[in-house]
């Protein structure tokens, strides 16, 4: 953690996200792996990630991956123009709002089967 | 004592925007492809990984997406070579990003080099593990029996 530069929120949101991010994907990784094991083995496993709390969980790396994907541009934004810095404050604010429009349309379309909505047309809610 | 802790690492110094600054010209060929590394790769995963989410998350509920449903997407190579470019994208991306994390906050030399060695052994175990299952996927056979009819049994 550095402190007293206007980026510091910015740093410190983009290392977490990403930290977890690839948190989820060595999880991800291993669960993808056991469709070497027969379709009985994967499918009894992943059932686990239609269930009501690992959809909430999968919201919070969706959101995650927003975040980092925008302000990942936000970065790069500045870094290849450098006059762009007078607007990064701006920018993380329009990286957070972009974010959150975004997020919002998603917890509908992931959480909706756990209230018997299929907005996809077909789609299950397993208890866990 | 000082001087032993420290190492060959170079200083990062971080902008006023939150990023890391890109390494002087002929500081260190390796850490300048790093910096350009996180940049390229993640202009590339902000469309691959966030259409791959949309694909498993939106467009088709989680639920759905079954040993058929990646038996069936798994016929076309394309989506076999998308996988393989996400996975070796994203895995390298952010255990490059955990790499820099890490020698932020380890001083001691002898933990850097041991956290640095896990993290090489982690890429290779967990990179391996994905390409092989995505390479090698036949529908209704298991991974060793690919592996298997490779020598003809």
Redesign the interface.
């Known amino acids: 953690m550095y402190r007293g530069q206007s980026g510091q929120w910015s740093w410190l949101l983009h290392r977490i996200t990403g930290l977890g991010v690839l948190l989820f994907l060595l999880v991800h990784i291993v669960d993808i792996t056991l469709i070497g094991f027969g379709p009985t083995i994967y499918n009894d496993a992943i059932v686990i990630f239609s269930t009501g709390i690992i959809r909430v969980i999968s919201l919070a790396l969706i959101a995650s991956l927003l975040f980092h994907a925008f302000n990942g541009v936000r970065i790069i934004l500045i870094d290849f123009w450098p006059a762009g810095y007078k607007y990064q404050q701006q920018m993380f604010i329009a990286v957070l709002v972009l974010t959150i429009v975004l997020f919002i349309p998603t917890v509908f379309y992931i959480m909706a089967p756990v209230f018997g909505v299929c907005p996809q047309g077909s789609c299950a809610n397993p208890a866990l | 004592m000082a001087t032993e802790t420290q190492t060959q690492t170079p200083q990062r110094t971080?902008?006023?925007?939150?990023?890391y600054t890109?390494p002087a010209k002929g500081a260190n060929g390796w850490e300048t492809f790093s910096w350009y590394f996180f940049?390229v790769s993640?202009?590339a995963?902000?469309v691959i990984?966030?259409a791959h989410?949309f694909l498993m998350?939106?467009?088709?509920?989680?639920?759905?997406?079954?040993?058929?449903f990646?038996a069936a997407r798994y016929a076309n190579p394309f989506w076999r070579v998308y996988d393989l470019v996400l996975?070796t994208l994203?895995?390298f991306h952010?255990?490059n990003?955990?790499r820099i994390?890490c020698e932020d906050y380890i001083q001691s030399r002898g933990w850097r080099l041991t956290v640095l060695s896990a993290l090489f052994f982690?890429a290779l175990t967990?990179w391996l593990?994905?390409s092989?299952?995505i390479i090698?996927?036949q529908p209704?056979h298991?991974?060793?029996q690919?592996i298997m009819s490779l020598f003809g049994r």
């Open positions: 971080i902008t006023r925007y939150g990023a890109k940049r993640g202009v995963l902000l990984a966030l989410v998350h939106i467009s088709t509920d989680v639920s759905q997406t079954v040993y058929d990646v996975l994203a895995l952010g255990l990003g955990l994390a982690i967990f593990m994905g092989m299952t090698m996927f209704n298991t991974l060793a690919s």
